[in-house]
């Protein structure tokens, strides 16, 4: 599944849209099947977006030894807010019922996507691994990708 940032361009009205594929949303577009839910017109492109690549907590940065003094200090973390509970409950069974129809390909997730991008594979929901520069490198070639929200376990690695 890919997550386009789509404008209205009536309205200026900006959005998300879920897709199967680019060729999925292309299709979609071509038959006006997309349109603004804000005000209803079928002008509807991709917005420009930047992509958010955060790191692993264990590829952070470590800590300085002693706090600056004059940085803000952290606050401890309280319970969650049982809204922000349910959220992520949803959010998680959402992208565990979309990835029931893709398949882990592990650590060749960039040439997978790669090879479907560029026609020399068919089209698939697939999953898997890559490391920052490799989706770095597959955003920059205009391959769609878009990240798991909730951590997955890849298939043999489940206790």
């Given at each position: 599944m890919i997550v386009f940032d789509l404008e209205?361009?009536?309205?200026?009205?900006?959005?998300?849209?879920?897709f199967a594929s680019s060729e999925d949303f292309s299709g979609q577009q071509g038959r006006g099947l997309v349109t603004?839910?804000?005000?209803?017109?079928?002008?509807?492109?991709?917005?420009?977006?930047?992509?958010r690549l955060t790191r692993k907590g264990n590829q952070l940065p470590a800590a300085p030894a002693e706090?600056?003094?004059?940085?803000?200090?952290?606050?401890?973390?309280?319970?969650?807010?049982?809204?922000?509970?349910?959220m992520l409950k949803a959010v998680?069974?959402?992208q565990s019922e979309?990835?029931?129809s893709s398949t882990w390909v592990g650590e060749?997730?960039?040439?997978?996507?790669?090879?479907?991008?560029?026609?020399e594979k068919d089209p698939a929901m697939i999953h898997g691994r890559a490391s920052q520069a490799e989706v770095q490198s597959l955003?920059?070639?205009?391959?769609?990708?878009?990240?798991?929200?909730v951590p997955v376990v890849p298939p043999g690695e489940v206790n």
């Open positions: 209205c361009r009536a309205g200026g009205h900006r959005f998300e849209g879920w603004c839910p804000v005000c209803g017109a079928p002008e509807v492109d991709k917005a420009l977006s930047a992509p706090p600056l003094h004059d940085a803000p200090q952290p606050v401890a973390n309280g319970p969650m807010p049982p809204e922000a509970v349910a998680a069974a959402v979309m990835l029931k060749k997730f960039a040439d997978d996507a790669r090879a479907m991008h560029y026609g955003i920059e070639e205009g391959v769609p990708v878009a990240p798991v929200i």
